[in-house]
Structures are given as C-alpha cells and as structure tokens.
C-alpha cells in the first residue's frame, strides 16, 4: 500500500494550503484516513482523521483545517486555512485498514510569519 502526499509548501501566515493524499487501494468508509504532523524536535501529532461516524481534529486547528475524503478517487483531503508559523511541519498521510496501518512519506509545510 503506498500513500502520495501532495500539496505542501511555503505560504505567510494566514494564507491558505489544501494537501492531498492518494491511496494505491481502495479506501472505504469504514477505513480511518487522516493527517498527522511532526515539527522539528517534537513527537507526531494527530491533525486531522475521518473514520466510521467520527471526524477529530486536533483542538488547536479547529475550524481553521477541514479534511474531507473521496473514496471513489481513493483520496483524503486537509484545507488549510489561516495557517500559523506554529503549523509549520511535516505532515503526513495516515490510513488504517484491517490489517495494518499505513503512512505516507511526508509533505512539508512551512509557514513564514
């Protein structure tokens, strides 16, 4: 299974960024897909996951990022929206299936102030 980020980059505070992950195999509702995130010296953080009847986000970017998925096109999605320099990391794609869990290699983010 192989997850591709894409959509990372540089952009100022306040702007806006929408990566995207595609899956090499069909994803399905009952499958958690989401975004996690590691900034330099820190542990990985959960950012954002949708799973059977459950979408979290981690609390310091609530109502600012949306993830959104299209099983049809094997694809989760994370809007990024009013970005701060503290969102600043590498973040990664994440899909758990009934037999492993799965991460992408990791799309950068950085947020100038």
């Known amino acids: 299974v192989q997850l591709v980020e894409s959509g990372g980059g540089l952009v100022q505070a306040g702007g806006s960024l929408r990566l995207s992950c595609v899956a090499s195999?069909?994803?399905?509702?009952?499958?958690?897909m989401g975004w996690y995130r590691q900034a330099p010296g820190k542990q990985r953080e959960l950012v954002a996951i949708?799973?059977?009847?459950?979408?979290n986000f981690e609390d310091s970017v609530k109502c600012r990022f949306t993830i959104s998925r299209d099983n049809a096109e094997n694809t989760v999605y994370l809007q990024m929206n009013s970005l701060k320099p503290e969102d600043t990391a590498v973040y990664y794609c994440?899909?758990?299936?009934?037999?492993?869990?799965?991460w992408g290699q990791g799309t950068q983010v950085t947020v100038s102030s």
């Open positions: 994440y899909l758990s299936s009934c037999f492993s869990d799965y």
């Open positions: 195999v069909s994803i399905f509702d009952h499958n958690p």
């Open positions: 949708m799973g059977p009847d459950i979408t």
